[in-house]
């Protein structure tokens, strides 16, 4: 199937029933800022160009975030700064990601998730990773011919992400180096990035700050030639 067929197939996908439960739920509920809005409810598929260069592997939807706007990284603070970084370094055509239709388009560069539903606490089981873990594989499967990096965002996604390019008959070397911000692994010609996530977690701390993250972003632009 080709990318459109894809994002259209998971989109409908319910196959983790403690997640379909939890994303309607949250769905019906709302958070009061949002309480006027038709939240999205559903599997969120990746966003970006049609044929990109630089993927990004982030870690499953929020619940008030891309659960509601069917964007992935859209309508949180999270993805406030994602997209404002992407900006920084020409990634991006601007700075915010409000919502669907919002005129955002990227360069060169995708963005995805291990896991497609919003998960409680931001945390899926390793059930809900291994049940998501096909779409992955097909994202990877469409895009990897012309792939330049990687940047996985949090150490799900990186432990996530290997055994998937494994899966998908990629050549992964035997040791690939343990998670962490701006560690590099070399795939196939391909490198891989570590990144811390954007969550509040370590942007609201400092673990992760704007010059870190445009860092790595900047990096895979350059080895994407973007
Ligand atoms: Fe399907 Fe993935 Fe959502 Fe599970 S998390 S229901 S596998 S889209």
């Not at 199937?1 to 309607?24: D, I, N, Q, Y």
């Not at 997209?83 to 360069?107: E, I, K």
Request: charged fraction near 20%.
């Amino acid at each position: 199937p080709g990318a459109h067929e894809v994002s259209a197939r998971v989109t409908v996908c319910r196959a983790c029933p403690r997640l379909v439960a939890w994303r309607e739920q949250v769905a019906q509920e709302k958070r009061r800022a949002f309480v006027d809005q038709t939240y999205w409810g559903r599997p969120v598929a990746g966003f970006g160009a049609d044929r990109p260069r630089i993927l990004i592997v982030g870690l499953a939807p929020a619940a008030h975030g891309a659960n509601r706007t069917g964007r992935m990284f859209t309508g949180d603070r999270s993805g406030d700064w994602l997209y404002a970084s992407l900006y920084r370094v020409g990634l991006a055509s601007q700075p915010t990601s409000v919502a669907a239709g919002d005129g955002l388009t990227l360069r060169g560069t995708y963005v995805t998730a291990p896991v497609h539903c919003a998960p409680p606490a931001n945390k899926p089981t390793t059930a809900e990773r291994d049940a998501c873990r096909p779409w992955l594989l097909r994202e990877l499967e469409l895009y990897w011919p012309e792939l330049r990096a990687v940047v996985v965002l949090g150490g799900f996604g990186w432990t996530t992400l290997f055994p998937t390019l494994r899966a998908a008959g990629i050549a992964v070397p035997a040791r690939v180096p343990r998670f962490g911000h701006g560690v590099e692994a070399d795939v196939d010609g391909r490198s891989v990035l570590g990144c811390y996530h954007v969550s509040q977690q370590n942007t609201f701390t400092g673990r992760l700050t704007e010059p870190m993250l445009d860092a790595v972003l900047g990096r895979a632009a350059d080895l994407a030639g973007l």
